[in-house]
């Protein structure tokens, strides 16, 4: 079932570094995922709202500090809110307190760990098709 929910799941990826945005695009891209990646926060938010993702993935630190969590804050608004995770090298616990008060759903630690990351995704997603269903 989880791989059936990867087959047709869109998700915004968001990382300013471009070979992560490129490789971690081919990964979850294989793991069935469709992708559409973007490496700066205007561009995110314009995706926002052009489209609906099941998920947004983004870095803490989006071209510049805390512009992760603006979009995680965005993405939450939504009527059809997207599951949300939110990557981050050395993350404070007090950045990691703002990303859980706006109920970002996820936090993934950088080096990420590409099976927990895809995994996750996954779980996720399945959930939120489901409460929608629901």
Request: hydrophobic share 40%; proline share 5%; aromatic share 6%.
């Given at each position: 079932m989880l791989t059936s929910v990867a087959t047709r799941s869109y998700i915004l990826l968001?990382?300013?570094?471009?070979?992560?945005?490129?490789?971690?695009?081919?990964?979850?891209?294989?793991?069935?995922?469709?992708?559409?990646?973007?490496?700066?926060?205007?561009?995110?938010?314009?995706?926002?709202?052009?489209?609906e993702f099941d998920a947004v993935?983004?870095?803490?630190?989006?071209?510049?500090?805390?512009?992760?969590?603006?979009?995680?804050?965005?993405?939450?608004?939504?009527?059809?809110?997207?599951?949300?995770m939110i990557c981050a090298a050395n993350p404070t616990v007090e950045k990691l307190r703002s990303a859980m008060a706006l109920g970002v759903d996820y936090a993934a630690f950088k080096p990420l760990d590409v099976e927990e990351v895809t995994s996750a995704l996954k779980r996720l997603i399945a959930r939120r098709t489901d409460m929608a269903q629901a």
């Open positions: 968001a990382e300013s570094d471009p070979n992560v945005l490129y490789t971690l695009t081919g990964i979850l891209e294989e793991a069935g995922f469709k992708v559409w990646g973007v490496s700066r926060f205007e561009e995110a938010r314009k995706s926002l709202r052009q489209r993935m983004t870095e803490l630190g989006l071209e510049m500090e805390d512009q992760g969590l603006e979009l995680a804050r965005q993405a939450k608004k939504l009527p059809s809110s997207p599951v949300v």
